[in-house]
């Protein structure tokens, strides 16, 4: 498994390049006439296709069956609304900041899981997440108005109904394969998405319509790459590769759109950065103990 280990922090380092990019090209997609429904729409199209084609040249269409239907449902819902949240956030704010609030994901996801799935939380994970909203208020500065507050919260929303997700994916995980889960939230997804495309769809040139197939494209490679990189390494290892995006966000930032982080967000980024490598490396020491205390005395 340790030969892995290269291949699982690549793998990671691919699919925080390919979200970056992807950020990156929502921007200029909005720039050239595109709406968050459409982009919405084509970044899950595209991503259906991309992932229906890896099923049917691997395990094949048998392996999509499912006894957790609902379960899928409900994480399409919940997914589709941090996609939306996401996006919104990234379309309003500079793609450093976006990034940034982006990294709360953990602080969320620590607390989900002790309010949902009872997980023993000590001092630790909790001084950790109390930094890692210290950091936020450090980025966003409410009422300092150098970018919108509502993009702010979009952002922060994201962050919080994707930690939603991560809860959902533990108990959908036990049963279902990585990439089974992956293909009904961009086929479930499609249904409301087609809906509301019907309504907000309108003649681009041909710019455009590439610049949103890009953003399926991107998303469902990153997609694929994110997932994979969990079958080569622990999530404590790949997991903090994350981080990698906020160095692309801020090329993308400068080089295309001449915008480069504010000050604020030079501060608060690492003070969030810490408090998310902080709680992967608390849940890394608890999972050890657990299994150390799950082992007989007597044995090994």
């Not at 970018?147 to 049963?175: C, M």
């Not at 990189?229 to 692309?248: C, E, K, N, Q, T």
């Not at 930032?253 to 950065?273: H, K, M, N, Q, R």
Request: contains cysteine; hydrophobic residues 55%; positive net charge.
């Amino acid at each position: 498994m340790n030969d892995r280990i290269p291949l699982a922090i690549a793998t990671r380092l691919g699919s925080a390049f390919f979200f970056a990019t992807m950020n990156a090209v929502i921007k200029l997609a909005q720039a050239h006439g595109a709406s968050l429904g459409e982009i919405l729409f084509y970044r899950q199209f595209v991503a259906a296709l991309l992932v229906g084609a890896v099923v049917a040249s691997g395990p094949g269409a048998g392996s999509l069956k499912t006894a957790k239907f609902p379960a899928h449902i409900l994480r399409a819902v919940v997914g589709l609304f941090a996609m939306a949240c996401t996006f919104t956030g990234v379309m309003a704010l500079p793609l450093a900041e976006a990034t940034t609030l982006g990294f709360t994901m953990p602080i969320f996801a620590t607390i989900l899981g002790a309010l949902i799935l009872r997980e023993p939380t000590g001092v630790h994970r909790w001084g950790a997440v109390l930094i890692g909203f210290v950091g936020v208020l450090i980025v966003a500065q409410p009422g300092g108005g150098h970018f919108p507050l509502w993009g702010a919260l979009a952002g922060l929303g994201g962050a919080l109904l994707t930690a939603s997700v991560s809860i959902l994916l533990r108990q959908i995980s036990r049963t279902e394969a990585t990439l089974t889960t992956v293909f009904w939230f961009s086929t479930l997804s499609l249904l409301p998405l087609g809906i509301a495309y019907a309504f907000v769809a309108q003649a681009h040139p041909a710019i455009t319509w590439l610049l949103m197939i890009g953003v399926g494209a991107l998303g469902g490679v990153g997609q694929l790459a994110m997932t994979s990189a969990l079958r080569f390494g622990p999530v404590s290892v790949v997991v903090p590769m994350d981080y990698s995006s906020l160095l692309w966000a801020t090329v993308y930032g400068w080089a295309i759109f001449a915008v480069l982080p504010e000050a604020s967000t030079w501060l608060g980024a690492p003070v969030i950065v810490v408090s998310g490598l902080y709680i992967v490396w608390r849940e890394r020491v608890r999972r050890r103990i657990e299994t150390q205390q799950a082992i007989p005395q007597g044995v090994g």
